[in-house]
T-cell receptor, first 112, second 106 residues
Framework: SQTIHQWPATLVQPVGSPLSLECTVEGTSNPNLYWYRQAAGRGLQLLFYSVGIGQISSEVPQNLSASRPQDRQFILSSKKLLLSDSGFYLC???????????FGPGTRLTVT | QKEVEQNSGPLSVPEGAIASLNCTYS??????FFWYRQYSGKSPELIMSIYSNGDKEDGRFTAQLNKASQYVSLLIRDSQPSDSATYLCAVKEMRFGAGTRLTVKP
C-alpha cells in the first residue's frame, strides 16, 4: 500500500529564516506530487505541483520554491520566511492528472 | 468568480438526519470532482470521487454531479456526531473550495 510522509510535524521559525519541508511517498512510482498551504480557517491553496523528476509547476511563486530531486521526494523551500508564510503545509500525491489525491499528515508552520 | 465555491456554513444537523453539502464550479470543462473530509487539525481524507453526471453512492455517502448546472453535492445519510468536520470540494483535483463546516448534534 502507499504511504506519504511529511516532516517535521510542527515548526516555529523566525521571520527571515530559511525553510525546508520534505515529503516522501512509498509504494508507488512516478506519482504526481503537490504542495498546498492552508491558512487558519481557510481552504487549500495550491503552491506547486510536479508530474515528474525536475518538473515543477508554480501557482504562487512569491518567496517559495519547490524541487523534486527523486521520483518520490518533493521539497518545499524558502530562503527568507515572511509572517504571511505561517500555515498548515500539506503534501499530496496522485496517480496522474485528474486522479484522486492522498494527503500527508501536514506540517504546521508558525513564523514569528 | 471563484473557481470552486462552497457555503462556508456552519451547517448543523441532528443525529440521524441527512446532511446536504453543495459546491459550484466555474470551469465548464472540468471532468473530475472530489469530496474530502477534514477533521480539525488534521489533513484532508478522500471520501468520494465522481466523474460522470448523476449519483454515486458509497455507504452513507452519495455524490451528485450535474455538469450542465456546474454543481456537485454530497449527501450524508444517517448523520453521526463523528461526521462533524469540514468538507472540502475539489475540482480537477487541484482546485479546492474553502470548505463547509458540518456539525452533527447528538
Amino acid at each position: 500500500s502507499q504511504t506519504i510522509h511529511q516532516w517535521p510535524a510542527t515548526l516555529v521559525q523566525p521571520v527571515g529564516s530559511p525553510l525546508s519541508l520534505e515529503c516522501t511517498v512509498e509504494g508507488t512510482s512516478n506519482p504526481n506530487l503537490y504542495w498546498y498551504r492552508q491558512a487558519a480557517g481557510r481552504g487549500l491553496q495550491l503552491l506547486f505541483y510536479s508530474v515528474g523528476i525536475g518538473q515543477i509547476s508554480s501557482e504562487v511563486p512569491q518567496n517559495l520554491s519547490a524541487s523534486r530531486p527523486q521520483d518520490r521526494q518533493f521539497i518545499l523551500s524558502s530562503k527568507k520566511l515572511l509572517l504571511s508564510d505561517s500555515g498548515f503545509y500539506l503534501c499530496a500525491w496522485s496517480t496522474g492528472t485528474g486522479a484522486e489525491q492522498y494527503f500527508g499528515p501536514g506540517t504546521r508552520l508558525t513564523v514569528t | 468568480q471563484k473557481e470552486v465555491e462552497q457555503n462556508s456554513g456552519p451547517l448543523s444537523v441532528p443525529e440521524g438526519a441527512i446532511a446536504s453539502l453543495n459546491c459550484t464550479y466555474s470551469d465548464r470543462g472540468s471532468q473530475s470532482f472530489f469530496w474530502y473530509r477534514q477533521y480539525s487539525g488534521k489533513s484532508p481524507e478522500l471520501i468520494m470521487s465522481i466523474y460522470s453526471n448523476g449519483d454515486k453512492e458509497d455507504g452513507r455517502f452519495t455524490a451528485q454531479l450535474n455538469k450542465a448546472s456546474q454543481y456537485v453535492s454530497l449527501l450524508i445519510r444517517d448523520s453521526q456526531p463523528s461526521d462533524s468536520a469540514t468538507y472540502l470540494c475539489a475540482v480537477k483535483e487541484m482546485r479546492f473550495g474553502a470548505g463547509t463546516r458540518l456539525t452533527v448534534k447528538p
